[in-house]
Nanobody, 123 residues
């Protein structure tokens, strides 16, 4: 079992930046691939990106590529989502997720989820 808690969300103007954190507790953090997803009102949950166990590989949705960066600190049991050049369409609840294997954008394959943190980008 692993418990995930996101933080760092908030209200930001378009063009601004935020850094989300996802702190994990429980079993060995480094044994999990970590993913970030988001869900806007009335829309399905959307893959944002993922990072491999060691952090050596990252994957991003086309919509955020070049603007968002995922990193992890296994010593701190934390994964980060740095979001730059934010747009109003980035407004959503952001979730981190964990699984022992990489599942890409298939959210239903991730076993563990945080409660989410709201990100609102004003125009």
């Amino acid at each position: 079992q692993v418990q995930l808690v996101e933080s760092g969300g908030g209200l930001v103007q378009a063009g601004g930046s935020l850094r989300l954190s996802c702190a994990a507790s429980g079993r060995t953090f480094s044994s999990y691939v970590m993913g970030w997803f988001r869900q806007a009102p009335g829309k399905e949950r959307e893959f944002v990106g993922a990072i491999s166990w060691s952090g050596s590989n990252t994957y991003y949705a086309d919509s955020v590529k070049g603007r968002f960066t995922i990193s992890r600190d296994n010593a701190k049991n934390t994964v980060y989502l740095r979001m730059n050049s934010l747009k109003p369409e980035d407004t959503a609840v952001y979730y981190c997720a964990a699984d022992s294997y990489y599942h890409g954008s298939y959210s239903h394959e991730y076993d563990y989820w945080g409660q989410g943190t709201q990100v609102t980008v004003s125009s």
